[in-house]
């Protein structure tokens, strides 16, 4: 990897098992991957939410000329329709899925999904998210996370990889540079130990990472009174 990003080589590295693999146990959990390749000059790296932006990604690595790393999960794509035509994904932009005021919600890879069915369940508690799909570790877009940001005030990052210098803590490395912090943070993602054997719902379900647990963080971190909002400070 060393060699392949010193000399900017075009390689597409191709990460399968990203993020819980359920029953092929600790050993085989792709918790990590995030957290040290996001340290490596030159490297792109990128994950798609579903089987139609896999297909999107592959495509713009194939293309992009440089080193990129495309992650993606154990286990069956989600049921989106394929599209015939692709077109590649702008380096470093990220989308926005749902608009809301109360709290900013940004996903990487496979916990997007999750995190727009934990924002439909807010919804009908009175709570409106902002769901942005990153896309791309690095680079990140930190012109559009700083604005809504900015603009929300609570924000929460959810990943599939160890939260020690992963996804989330790439986003703070944002807010640091740029002088700013929003009112209230939170990340979600995998602690530091290594992951039980166990279904990848189940575990999912165990971390807090899937739709309900997503619900719940996001919930505390609104903290919302008979429609105020309490800024606690944790």
Same mark, same amino acid.
Do not use: W
């Given at each position: 990897?060393?060699?392949?990003?010193?000399?900017?080589?075009?390689?597409?590295?191709?990460?399968?098992?990203?993020?819980?693999?359920?029953?092929?146990?600790?050993?085989?959990?792709?918790?990590?991957?995030?957290?040290?390749?996001?340290?490596?000059?030159?490297?792109?790296?990128? #994950?798609?939410?579903?089987?139609?932006?896999?297909?999107?990604?592959?495509?713009?690595?194939?293309?992009?000329?440089?080193?990129?790393?495309?992650?993606? %999960?154990?286990?069956?794509?989600?049921?989106?329709?394929?599209?015939?035509?692709?077109?590649?994904?702008?380096?470093?932009?990220?989308?926005?899925?749902?608009?809301?005021?109360?709290?900013?919600?940004?996903?990487?890879?496979?916990?997007?999904?999750?995190?727009?069915?934990?924002?439909?369940?807010?919804?009908?508690?009175?709570?409106?998210?902002?769901?942005?799909? #990153?896309?791309?570790?690095?680079?990140?877009?930190?012109?559009?996370?700083?604005?809504?940001?900015?603009?929300?005030?609570?924000?929460?990052?959810?990943?599939?990889?160890?939260?020690?210098?992963?996804?989330?803590?790439?986003?703070?490395?944002?807010?640091?540079?740029?002088?700013?912090?929003?009112?209230?943070?939170?990340?979600?993602?995998? %602690?530091?130990?290594?992951?039980?054997?166990?279904?990848?719902?189940?575990?999912?379900?165990?971390?807090?990472?899937?739709?309900?647990?997503?619900?719940?963080?996001?919930?505390?971190?609104?903290?919302?009174?008979?429609?105020?909002?309490?800024? #606690?400070?944790?």
């Amino acid at each position: 990897i060393h060699d392949v990003c010193l000399q900017k080589l075009p390689v597409v590295f191709a990460m399968d098992r990203g993020g819980l693999v359920g029953e092929d146990g600790p050993t085989h959990h792709g918790a990590f991957d995030l957290s040290f390749l996001r340290h490596i000059p030159n490297m792109v790296l990128m #994950a798609p939410k579903d089987e139609g932006e896999l297909q999107q990604m592959l495509k713009t690595a194939v293309e992009f000329g440089g080193p990129i790393g495309l992650r993606y %999960p154990r286990g069956n794509g989600v049921g989106v329709p394929l599209k015939e035509e692709l077109e590649p994904v702008a380096i470093g932009k990220a989308e926005v899925l749902r608009e809301g005021d109360d709290v900013l919600l940004i996903g990487i890879g496979s916990t997007v999904h999750p995190v727009m069915e934990a924002a439909e369940q807010l919804h009908q508690q009175g709570i409106e998210a902002t769901v942005v799909n #990153a896309r791309f570790v690095k680079p990140l877009d930190q012109e559009l996370i700083l604005r809504l940001a900015k603009k929300i005030g609570r924000v929460m990052t959810i990943e599939e990889n160890a939260l020690q210098g992963g996804f989330g803590s790439a986003v703070l490395e944002v807010f640091q540079e740029a002088s700013f912090f929003p009112r209230k943070f939170k990340r979600l993602g995998l %602690p530091d130990e290594f992951i039980i054997h166990g279904s990848q719902a189940t575990l999912r379900d165990l971390l807090g990472i899937d739709a309900q647990g997503i619900e719940r963080a996001a919930v505390e971190l609104c903290e919302k009174h008979h429609g105020q909002t309490i800024y #606690a400070i944790r």
